[in-house]
């Protein structure tokens, strides 16, 4: 059974910095992109970062961009966001999937998803 688990997550002062990490198993993790996600409460959940299976094609969030660093190490079936100069609107859950990309690279589309983990920036 393909299992993504989230971790990393927790409470930050804004401008802190937090790492997430999603440990995948159960499926072939190099085949596959993989994309960061996040739901604040009362709104639809939205795709934070992606990463392609080979690392070679990344794509950032308007919102994210310049402080958030998607990552993965695929000898380790492990991807990572780095995230940086966090902001009270960067409050939610976060999820990490597993996927594919399409549209020469552009576009991300998920299959499996993690449990998610809550990043919580306030003072």
């Known amino acids: 059974q393909v299992q993504l688990v989230e971790s990393g997550g927790g409470l930050v002062q804004p401008g802190g910095s937090l790492r997430l990490s999603c440990a995948a198993s159960?499926?072939?993790?190099?085949?596959?992109?993989m994309g960061w996600h996040r739901q604040a409460s009362g709104k639809e959940r939205e795709l934070v970062a992606f990463?392609?299976?080979?690392?070679?094609?990344?794509y950032y969030a308007d919102s994210v961009k310049g402080r958030f660093t998607i990552s993965r190490d695929n000898a380790k079936n492990a991807v990572n966001l780095q995230m940086n100069s966090l902001k009270p609107e960067d409050t939610a859950v976060y999820y990490c999937?597993?996927?594919?990309?399409?549209?020469?690279?552009?576009?991300?589309?998920?299959?499996?998803w993690g449990q998610g983990t809550q990043v919580t920036v306030s003072s």
């Open positions: 990463i392609s299976s080979g690392g070679s094609s990344i």
């Open positions: 999937s597993a996927g594919a990309t399409y549209s020469s690279g552009t576009r991300y589309s998920s299959v499996y």
């Open positions: 159960e499926f072939t993790f190099s085949r596959y992109a």
